[in-house]
C-alpha cells in the first residue's frame, strides 16, 4: 500500500512538473499613426498582423480583429518574434522564455498622410458623395462601410473596431475645426461616424458644435 501511495504521489509530481515546461506569449497588437498633421495617436491594431516565431519556422499567428494574439507551447528558452501588418513597419523582438508572457507590440505609421474620415452609407449613395467638393475644399478623403456589406458581412466591424472609428474621426473633427472653424460642419456629406446632425426650421442640415458627437452601439447585424 506505501509503495502505491508513493508511486502516485510521484506520478502527480512529475505531471505537475511538466506542465511547467510549456508557456505562452498572450498579447496584443497597437499601431501608432499621424490621423492627422502634428498629432500622433494610439490604438489596438485590427486584424491581420501576422506573426513568425524564428524558433518555429513552419508556423506562422495572425492577431484576431480587435489585435490580440496567443502563442502556446513554448518551452523555456529565447525566442526572435517578427510581426507584420501591410502598410506599417514590422516589428522584431526576442524574448526569453520561463514564464507566460503578456506582450504588448506597437507597430508604426508616421508618415504624414490626408487625414481620412470613415463612413457608413448605402452602397448607391456612395459615387454621389465622393464627388462633392467638400472633400477638395478641406484637404481631406473619405473611407467607406455599406450597410450591405456590413450586413452581410463581406465587410466587418467590432464593436471596439466601431469605437476606434469614432475615436480617429473626432481627431479630425477637433483638426478641422480648428482650422476652418465649424462651417466645414454644413458641408459635410450624411454617414460621417460619430458626427451628429440634427435638422434646422428649413430642413436643412446643421450641426451643433457643443453636441457634435454621439457614439450609438452598432446593429447586432453588422
Not at 474620415?117 to 448607391?124: A, F
Not at 428649413?202 to 458644435?209: A, D, E
Request: proline share 5%.
Amino acid at each position: 500500500m506505501k509503495k502505491i501511495i508513493l508511486s502516485g504521489f510521484l506520478c502527480l509530481t512529475f505531471t505537475a512538473s511538466a506542465q511547467k515546461e510549456y508557456f505562452s506569449i498572450i498579447g496584443k497588437t497597437f499601431v501608432e499613426e499621424h490621423i492627422v498633421p502634428d498629432h500622433t495617436t494610439t490604438s489596438p491594431l485590427g486584424g491581420g498582423t501576422y506573426i513568425r516565431v524564428k524558433e518555429i519556422p513552419k508556423r506562422g499567428w495572425l492577431a484576431d480583429a480587435e489585435g490580440y494574439f496567443r502563442i502556446d507551447s513554448l518551452r523555456r528558452g529565447k525566442y526572435h518574434l517578427t510581426f507584420s501588418y501591410i502598410g506599417l513597419e514590422p516589428v522584431d523582438t526576442a524574448l526569453f522564455i520561463d514564464n507566460d508572457v503578456d506582450l504588448k507590440i506597437t507597430l508604426s505609421n508616421l508618415s504624414i498622410s490626408t487625414p481620412q474620415l470613415s463612413l457608413i452609407l448605402p452602397e448607391k449613395e456612395i459615387c454621389e458623395v465622393l464627388k462633392r467638393t467638400f472633400w477638395t475644399k478641406y484637404g481631406i478623403r473619405g473611407s467607406f462601410y455599406t450597410k450591405e456589406s456590413l450586413q452581410d458581412k463581406s465587410q466587418r466591424m467590432t464593436a471596439i473596431g466601431y469605437f476606434h472609428e469614432v475615436r480617429k474621426n473626432r481627431i479630425i473633427f477637433d483638426y478641422l475645426d480648428t482650422k476652418y472653424g465649424y462651417s466645414w460642419r454644413y458641408e459635410a456629406p450624411k454617414g460621417i461616424i460619430g458626427l451628429d446632425e440634427t435638422l434646422d426650421r428649413n430642413g436643412s442640415r446643421r450641426s451643433i458644435p457643443s453636441i457634435v458627437l454621439t457614439i450609438p452601439i452598432p446593429k447586432s447585424s453588422w
